[in-house]
């Protein structure tokens, strides 16, 4: 019999599954609305394709096949993590792309402005800028944001056809929808294989080892993709992946 998932894990997926019913309940309608209304067009900035600006890129597993095919050296762990074991072992869900040497930590596909892997490009990049999660304003108060960035980056108020409108705001519903399961399935797994090795999350060890590796520090990072850990020494110029752990991850530098 598998041991039982501890209460914080349990805690935190019955909240993603409350999230995951409210993005459900969420009108189609309403978010092709709001698309029509911004009119968001790209001026080919390059901004979101840096985690200055929008953080890492988020993939999704399904992402991850398409990704290699186009560069076998091209992933990473994404830099925050979600957990870490009183060992000093960090915990993370799925990968993100490497970025380049830049200060800006560009994503290691925009090639003069252009992304080189368009057509395959991750869901993330696919919905962009377009979101639909609930987060906390300003103040304080929980609501949906429906664009990313508004205001910071292309041009507003062009025309967007009401039917391309509803086909983009069910893409973001569906990407939005798989970002979830997929947390939850982490959640799971985690708060399982947590119980099975009696490990436990420890901030203060978390904010230890963070700062020693700012510092310069090798940590050890394991990253839940297609259902099981991968691990990876991250430092801090170059991670690469264990060799002995499942799935097709790569090495290389920053
Ligand atoms: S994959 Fe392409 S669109 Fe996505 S962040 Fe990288 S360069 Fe930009």
Redesign the pocket.
Known sequence: MSPSIPSPFTRRISERRKELEALQAYPEEKLASVIEEVGFSCMLC?K??TRDF?GH?LLLDDDVAR?LSRDPECLEPPPVYDLCDQHGTFYVSGYT?RTGQDMEG?????EHG?????AD??W??RV?PYMLHREPDERGEVDWRQISGLDQHGEYHSQIPPETARDIARDVKAFETAVLCQEIAFLEYIGEYFARHSLRHVRKRFDDRMREHLAGADITVKVFFQGSLETWLVGGHYSERRPGTNGQGSSGNR
């Not at 560009?106 to 925009?110: P, Q």
């Not at 252009?114 to 368009?118: L, S």
């Open positions: 390059g979101c394709c929008n890129v990704m792309i560009t994503c290691k596909f925009l252009r992304c080189r892997v368009y490009r991750p993330v990049c962009y």
